[in-house]
């Protein structure tokens, strides 16, 4: 079968196993009912994998070497314009999966009407593919990231964060930054921010106040706390 063939199944198999992914969540396998939002704890944990470490040899002499390591990964930064850590990691994957491979099958049935070589018309299959799964899940997640703070059964609202005091998880400029902050549940939020411009870095570890949430970013604003020590906000 034609479906079968090498070319169209780099696009089938992904979006066969979303499907299936899909389809065990319905079925009640592998979930324990809280998959929108209980990832937090898989998300930190997956970030640490892309290489985002809690530097210790700050206050050591190492700063270049601290700063380095403070630095999330060039994967890292693609899943967050993708919309990780505004949104479950799993809801990003499946999306990815199903638009990459529908797009993907869709375009191979369409050019290779014209060019009758799979090794000639794959290729413009695949550019299609990145763009539309790309800039579609992208979309998506900016999407459900409006709804999905203030729809949450067990916690609070990410503007409700406002004024709470967490720990920066690596260093956060004026321009990206992440804070792990408690809500009055007791449920861990590992929420996205920034400093203000020109206050300077704040390093990794650091406590820090969550001042104020822009909707439309769904970032946080954040301060050093000021009881933390002075000697970890750096210009």
């Known amino acids: 079968m034609d479906i079968l063939q090498w070319y169209n199944l780099i696009f089938i198999l992904p979006f066969t196993g979303a499907l299936l992914y899909v389809l065990s969540l319905g079925f009640g396998l592998g979930s324990d009912g809280h998959e929108l939002g209980g990832e937090a ?11 985002v470490e809690h530097a210790i040899e700050v206050g ?7 700063e380095a390591h403070h630095e999330p990964s060039f994967l890292f ?12 990691l799993s809801l990003i994957v499946v999306s990815f999966c199903f638009l990459w491979g529908f797009s993907g099958w869709a375009s191979n049935q369409i050019v290779g009407g014209m060019l009758r070589w799979p090794v000639i018309f794959v290729w413009p299959s695949l550019g299609v593919a990145v763009l539309v799964s790309f800039f579609g899940t992208r979309f998506m997640a900016r ?8 729809t949450e059964s067990y916690g609070e609202s990410y503007r409700d964060l406002e004024g709470k005091v967490g720990e ?4 956060i400029s004026s321009e990206f930054g992440r804070t792990q902050v408690k809500d009055k549940y007791g449920n861990l939020h590992e929420v996205p921010c920034h400093t203000a411009p020109g206050t300077g870095v704040i390093k990794s570890g650091s406590r820090v106040v969550l001042m104020s949430y822009d909707r439309d970013s769904q970032v946080f604003t954040v301060r050093l706390d000021p009881l933390a020590s002075s ?3 750096t210009k």
């Open 231 to 233: 000697g970890l906000l």
């Open 168 to 171: 920066a998880v690596y260093d």
């Open 41 to 51: 704890h898989l998300d930190s944990d997956f970030e640490h994998d892309l290489g």
């Open 77 to 88: 930064r693609a899943l967050s314009i993708l919309g990780f850590g505004k949104v479950p």
């Open 60 to 66: 050591h002499g190492h700063d270049h070497e601290a």
């Open 143 to 150: 999407g459900l990231a409006r709804v999905m703070p203030s």
